[in-house]
């Protein structure tokens, strides 16, 4: 029996799910407590494995402190599948790299940063190192 894969749309919903727990330094378990599941449940939502019904969306919105409608957000039309009437020509989805678990401790690292001015000149520092990471592989 072959195992079907998440759908995009799911995955992408997850992701935010994750995005906004991790950036608020929220555990899975906790926020699995707080709507009264278990951390290996928020995994899956996580993941895409299990989809979210639109009370649980509601309740996690209220968790946290997001509207609804953040869950969706960056999602596009290639990510949705672009299916109207037809469930034709599902396609795969990556997680996308501002989920990562690095990106996000950077950006709550990033954040914690108090000084304006500190913060800017490590974002200056940052933006440096990947636009020269960019012209050496331009010259490989």
Avoid: C, W
């Avoid at 899975?28 to 009264?36: M, P, R, S, T, V």
């Avoid at 009437?85 to 996000?104: A, H, I």
Wanted: proline residues 3%; positive net charge.
């Amino acid at each position: 029996m072959k195992k079907s894969k998440p759908d995009p749309v799911d995955v992408h919903v997850g992701s935010r799910v994750r995005l906004r727990r991790t950036l608020l330094g929220m555990s899975q378990e906790k926020l699995g407590n707080a709507l009264g599941l278990t951390f290996q449940q928020i995994q899956k939502y996580e993941r895409g494995a299990n989809r979210i019904g639109s009370s649980r969306l509601y309740q996690l919105s209220q968790i946290l402190d997001v509207p609804v409608s953040f869950f969706f957000d960056d999602m596009d039309q290639k990510e949705a599948g672009q299916r109207g009437l037809s469930e034709g020509g599902k396609q795969t989805f990556e997680v996308d790299q501002l989920s990562r678990r690095e990106t996000l401790e950077l950006v709550r690292a990033y954040y914690r940063i108090s000084d304006p001015a500190v913060r800017k000149k490590a974002f200056e520092l940052v933006k440096a190192l990947g636009n020269s990471a960019l012209a050496i592989q331009a010259n490989d």
